[in-house]
Every structure is written in C-alpha cells, then in structure tokens.
C-alpha cells in the first residue's frame, strides 16, 4: 500500500526529498516544512506526482 512520493520546493522547482506514503489513510497530497539546500532556507514543500 506504501508508496514513494516526491516533493518539490516552490520557490525554486527542485525536487530535493522523497518519502513513503500510505494512500489509503492519506489519499490527498502533502505538504511538508523541509530544507531546500538550493535556496539555504526552509520551505513548504509540496508532494507531486
């Protein structure tokens, strides 16, 4: 049932992190506060497809 999934920073479009992630008890898309080593910050970053 575990998927891997992607997420992508929205400042600067680099997918820098992946994780795993049960789509039956959480079937929409996260959002997760990660660090972009691109923009030296923290972002919200978004799961895509």
Known sequence: MRELITF???QCKNRT???????????????LSKYCKFCKKH???????
């Open 8 to 10: 992508e920073c929205p």
């Open 17 to 31: 992190h992946t994780s795993w992630k049960n789509k039956k008890k959480t079937p929409d898309r996260l959002e």
């Open 43 to 49: 972002t919200a970053h978004k799961e895509i497809k």
